[in-house]
Nanobody, 125 residues
């Protein structure tokens, strides 16, 4: 079965850190661009970060640049999103996604054909 499974979400205080994981099965993550998106209640899904298949390129939304880091462990076929200095505005369901062999456009949800079920991140003030 081809799937992505996120984990690592939770309830934290502002300024804390969390690391989200995205474990893949049935697909080799390193062959595709991997992205992280998030969706807050009442808002549209928004792009957070992406890493290229070669891991030579990464790209971040302005709102998380300098605080979040995307990475991938090819041996474990798992992607990560390290989130530091969390803010209440980061509260959302976070989704990992995989798809597309070319780098651009990384922010478009439509270029990703495989999505995880999401993990909740709640940041209290």
């Amino acid at each position: 079965q081809v799937q992505l499974v996120e984990s690592g979400g939770g309830l934290v205080q502002a300024g804390d850190s969390l690391r989200l994981s995205c474990a893949a099965s049935g697909r080799t993550l390193s062959r595709y661009t991997m992205g992280w998106f998030r969706q807050a209640p009442g808002k549209e899904r928004e792009f957070v970060a992406a890493i290229s298949s070669s891991a030579g390129n990464s790209y971040y939304a302005d709102s998380v640049k300098g605080r979040f880091t995307i990475s991938r462990d090819n041996a474990k076929n798992t992607g990560y999103l390290q989130m530091n200095s969390l803010k209440p505005a980061d509260t959302a369901v976070y989704y990992c996604a995989s798809g597309g062999r070319v780098w651009l456009p990384v922010t478009a949800p439509g270029r990703y054909d495989l999505w995880g079920q999401g993990t909740q991140v709640t940041v209290s003030s």
